[in-house]
Every structure is written in structure tokens, then in C-alpha cells.
């Protein structure tokens, strides 16, 4: 939430916990076959990364602590809420453009 940018935010470290082993369940599974291996193989020569680059984002990623999270957020996650420094695009099936845009009116 936009609340937790402030300098004086509390932060539930249950929460950050399991939203930083999500993280890193979610990087894992990008290899959890053979086939998918390949698939990063590939994906690491193309976008000219080292072979272990997800491990070593696992790893960056387990090292995350609250106070990054206090430290970074208002620098760069705050600029996505201001709509000075962003724009947001809604995108969605045709039959509901009018429903959402009945919901920003309100």
C-alpha cells in the first residue's frame, strides 16, 4: 500500500516474509524441469546474463530487509503513485471499458 512509502511506516515482518519467500518461489520455479532449464539457457544468452543468474537473484532477493524496503521505496516505488513522474493504462475486454470507466468517475 501507497502508506507504507512514508518514512514512518510500520511493516509486519510475517508479511514481508512471506512475500519474500513468494519471490523466491517464484524465481525457482522457472527451473523446476530440465526443460525448463533450457528455456533459462537460452534466455541467459540471449539477454547476456551469467548461466546462474537466478540463483544469484534468489540470493539477493533472501538478503532483502525491511529497511531496504524503507530506504528504496519512497525513491522509487513512491514516483509509480505520483502522477507527475507516471501514467496508468487500465486494459481490459471491450464489454467492460464502460463499467471501469463508470468506476473511475465515482
Not at 517464484?26 to 530440465?34: D, S, T
Not at 525513491?75 to 464502460?98: E, G, I, M
Request: net charge negative; charged share 25%; proline share 4%.
Amino acid at each position: 500500500q501507497e502508506c507504507q512509502l512514508s518514512p514512518d511506516a510500520q511493516w509486519e515482518v510475517s508479511l514481508f516474509e512471506s512475500a519474500r519467500s513468494s519471490l523466491i518461489f517464484e524465481v525457482i520455479e522457472r527451473e523446476k524441469n530440465v526443460g525448463d532449464m533450457v528455456t533459462q539457457s537460452l534466455l541467459s544468452y540471449f539477454k547476456a546474463v551469467e548461466h546462474d543468474y537466478n540463483r544469484l537473484l534468489v540470493q539477493l532477493i533472501a538478503g532483502v530487509t525491511v529497511e531496504d524496503l524503507k530506504r528504496v521505496g519512497p525513491q522509487y516505488v513512491a514516483r509509480l503513485f505520483d502522477p507527475v513522474h507516471s501514467q496508468t493504462t487500465v486494459v481490459c475486454h471491450p464489454s467492460k471499458v464502460d463499467e471501469i470507466a463508470a468506476g473511475f468517475k465515482e
